[in-house]
């Protein structure tokens, strides 16, 4: 069986919906099962079929017809995985739902050792809080599908969202992969790559985690480090007023 799913023009999810025995319709209008509401889609825009195992999308007499890898369809056509299908400015995918138990439950893992992880992210917000996942590659991928590491089944989370990359002493680089709601941490979007460490935050679109040894720990290490900071900025500010004090009485 397929999930089609189907993005706009800037990468956002607009629909993920199983195709079975009965066919998908999209288009302009209600009572299609995937509706497009878009001045360059008609009313009754094309249709996705299941037969046997084989998929195929039809035109339904559309105005701007329906473009199959940069070519407009004239019947009906066999799709796949690899299809790059257009309907208006939107974009329409086809996914296997085979492997695909782990990421509706938020977190798709890797089966590798937990002594050999350098990291963990712990969802805390939202549906799957408290649900974990170690890291293990130097170069971590974050997405709504599963061809990345770490795959969130969220409609806030683009396909290809963000990578973290860990450096040698520890730290982690966070890119946000042009992604349509962003990458945050400590709730600042992100505008270029962002150094991390154990104990901060991050959000992938709507889904806020954290970011730990993988033990868990590094929860206030972040936290301790800026008090710490702070404290020696506040002793510092002190002694030389008492020195300014000091001359001043002099």
Do not use: W
Not at 143 to 162: I, K, P, Q, W, Y
Not at 187 to 211: K, P, S, W
């Amino acid at each position: 069986m397929y999930i089609v799913v189907v993005e706009d023009e800037r990468g956002a999810l607009i629909s993920e919906q199983g195709l079975g025995a009965q066919p998908i319709k999209l288009g302009r209008t209600p009572e299609n099962d995937i509706v497009l509401p878009s001045g360059a889609v008609s009313r009754r825009h094309a249709t996705i079929t299941l037969r046997g195992k084989q998929a195929l999308i039809s035109d339904e007499g559309s105005s701007n017809g329906v473009i199959v890898d940069e070519q407009r369809i004239r019947g009906e056509t066999v799709i796949d995985e690899s299809s790059q299908i257009r309907v208006g400015e939107y974009r329409v995918f086809l996914e296997r739902t085979s492997g695909r138990s782990l990421p509706a439950q938020g977190i798709n893992t890797a089966i590798v050792h937990p002594e050999q992880a350098h990291g963990k992210l712990v969802v805390v917000g939202g549906k799957h809080a408290g649900r974990e996942i170690l890291l293990f590659e130097p170069i971590t991928t974050v997405g709504r599908t599963d061809e990345n590491d770490v795959t969130l089944a969220d409609v806030s989370v683009s396909r290809h969202h963000a990578r973290l990359k860990r450096q040698d002493d520890n730290s982690y680089v966070v890119t946000d992969l042009n992604s349509s709601n962003g990458t945050l941490v400590h709730g600042r979007r992100l505008t270029g790559a962002t150094r991390m460490y154990h104990g901060d935050r991050v959000q992938f679109g709507n889904i806020e985690c954290l970011l730990v040894d993988p033990t868990g720990k590094g929860r206030g290490n972040r936290q301790l480090r800026q008090f710490a900071v702070y404290g020696l900025l506040v002793l510092a500010a002190a002694i030389v007023g008492a020195f300014i004090s000091l001359l001043l009485t002099d």
